[in-house]
């Protein structure tokens, strides 16, 4: 009985010391390291860069598609003009999934359609009570955020059912030309302002940025100008030449589209002390 009391004493000072030494997550970018560029056949508007699969997903300015890239070549399509399923009356914007998945914006036809990560069409979200859905993002797995052009402001929409959540921003946006969001933020930038509105995830305005603003993982702002790319919580700094269209970012990864080109960067971490 001793034998067993010692040693589960022993075990708990093991545990007890195992978990003093574990690491926090690393909070801030040392650099941002660009690992390719692709070049496309035509102008794109808007990319994702899937980094499990390596897949690039672009969507293409004047063609109502959006196109999946591997190992340097188109391996499939989604959509083109037409009323169907797996095609758009008017493809305005896009968002990607933690897996791969793709939700795709028809603002004519007032509907957001979901894709697997190979371009199958999987459903359909109809987006009731709104006039001109025109920018789309993700917030997690269970809600997606689109702006209504109409009424300026933003609408939050539960994935599972396709009911209306809440809205806000009528009061705070005038246009939306790129629209990011994750768990704790939406960010709707102004490119004609080159200026960032940052909300809460429930809708709280918290203020405003110059330049396109991300965040990562740890919630680091990153901010996208035709200057530079800069962390706003650290020194991380990197030129960019050519005019910045977009920036989208995927776990510790960023795809910014210029003109034809999609410029793919690692953010790179500085070691946890």
Same mark, same amino acid.
């Given at each position: 009985?001793?034998?067993?009391?010692?040693?589960?004493? @022993?075990?708990?000072?093991?545990?007890?010391?195992?978990?003093? &030494?574990?690491?926090?997550?690393?909070?801030?970018?040392?650099?941002?390291?660009?690992?390719?560029?692709?070049?496309?056949?035509?102008?794109?508007?808007?990319?994702?860069?899937?980094?499990?699969?390596?897949?690039?997903?672009?969507?293409?300015? &004047?063609?109502?598609?959006?196109?999946?890239?591997?190992?340097?070549?188109?391996?499939?399509?989604?959509?083109?003009?037409?009323?169907?399923?797996?095609?758009?009356?008017?493809?305005?914007?896009?968002?990607?999934?933690? +897996?791969?998945?793709?939700?795709?914006?028809?603002?004519?036809?007032?509907?957001?359609?979901?894709?697997?990560? +190979?371009?199958?069409?999987? &459903?359909?979200?109809?987006?009731?009570?709104?006039?001109?859905?025109?920018?789309?993002?993700?917030?997690?797995?269970?809600?997606?955020?689109?702006?209504?052009?109409?009424?300026?402001?933003?609408?939050?929409?539960?994935?599972?059912?396709?009911?209306?959540?809440?809205?806000?921003?009528?009061?705070?946006?005038?246009?939306?030309?790129? @629209?990011?969001?994750?768990?704790?933020?939406?960010?709707?930038?102004?490119?004609?302002?080159?200026?960032?509105? @940052?909300?809460?995830?429930?809708?709280?305005?918290?203020? &405003?940025?110059?330049?396109?603003?991300?965040?990562?993982?740890?919630?680091?702002?990153?901010?996208?100008?035709?200057?530079?790319?800069?962390?706003?919580?650290?020194?991380?700094?990197?030129?960019?030449?050519?005019?910045?269209?977009?920036?989208?970012?995927?776990?510790?990864?960023?795809?910014?589209?210029?003109?034809?080109?999609?410029?793919?960067?690692?953010? +790179?971490?500085?070691?946890?002390?």
């Amino acid at each position: 009985m001793k034998r067993t009391i010692v040693l589960l004493a @022993l075990l708990l000072i093991l545990i007890g010391a195992c978990s003093s &030494n574990k690491r926090t997550p690393p909070m801030e970018i040392a650099t941002f390291s660009l690992f390719d560029t692709v070049s496309f056949p035509e102008s794109i508007s808007k990319a994702y860069y899937h980094p499990g699969s390596k897949a690039i997903y672009a969507m293409e300015e &004047n063609t109502h598609r959006i196109l999946i890239w591997k190992g340097g070549k188109q391996v499939n399509a989604i959509g083109g003009m037409g009323s169907g399923n797996t095609s758009f009356m008017s493809l305005s914007d896009f968002a990607m999934g933690k +897996d791969g998945s793709i939700y795709a914006l028809d603002s004519s036809a007032r509907v957001i359609k979901r894709f697997n990560a +190979d371009g199958k069409y999987i &459903n359909s979200i109809q987006l009731d009570y709104v006039q001109q859905p025109s920018k789309l993002a993700l917030g997690t797995e269970q809600n997606v955020y689109v702006f209504d052009a109409a009424s300026s402001e933003i609408i939050a929409y539960d994935i599972l059912d396709s009911s209306e959540l809440y809205r806000f921003g009528r009061f705070q946006l005038q246009r939306v030309d790129q @629209l990011f969001a994750n768990r704790d933020y939406v960010v709707a930038y102004n490119e004609i302002n080159d200026e960032s509105a @940052l909300f809460s995830s429930l809708g709280q305005h918290i203020s &405003n940025h110059t330049g396109q603003i991300v965040y990562d993982l740890y919630n680091n702002a990153i901010s996208l100008s035709n200057e530079a790319l800069v962390s706003k919580m650290s020194a991380a700094w990197l030129p960019l030449s050519g005019k910045a269209e977009s920036v989208t970012i995927s776990k510790d990864n960023l795809a910014i589209v210029v003109g034809r080109q999609v410029r793919l960067l690692k953010l +790179d971490y500085a070691p946890v002390r």
